[in-house]
């Protein structure tokens, strides 16, 4: 059974950072696709990055492109979000999830394993 935990969530300043971690286990993860979604307040689940665990292939959200980067470290069976520039807007509980399968989706109901989500608030 695979497992994510998300870590790394906080307060931060618009235009600072924060850096978010998802442990995954249960599983190995080569044929797999590891995402971060985000849902704010009264709004629909966002796709935000996701990453092939395999090769280390990225895709990203419009809204997000340029200022957060996904990465993944093999070893520690973890994959990070490093949010730069932050906007209010980023405010949101960032979810882990993951599926085998492409980087191409991004629709939350396409993925098959979710985290328990952990909450970022961007002050202006």
């Known amino acids: 059974q695979v497992q994510l935990e998300e870590s790394g969530g906080g307060l931060a300043q618009a235009g600072g950072s924060l850096r978010l971690s998802c442990a995954a286990s249960g599983r190995t993860f080569d044929t797999y696709v590891l995402a971060w979604f985000r849902q704010a307040p009264g709004k629909e689940r966002e796709f935000v990055a996701s990453i092939a665990w395999s090769g280390g292939t990225t895709y990203y959200a419009n809204s997000v492109k340029g200022r957060f980067t996904i990465s993944r470290d093999n070893a520690k069976n973890t994959v990070y979000l490093q949010m730069n520039s932050l906007k209010p807007e980023d405010t949101a509980v960032y979810y882990c999830?993951?599926?085998?399968?492409?980087?191409?989706?991004?629709?939350?109901?396409?993925?098959?394993?979710w985290g328990q989500g952990t909450q970022v608030t961007v002050s202006s």
């Open positions: 999830a993951a599926k085998i399968g492409s980087i191409w989706y991004t629709r939350g109901n396409e993925y098959n394993y």
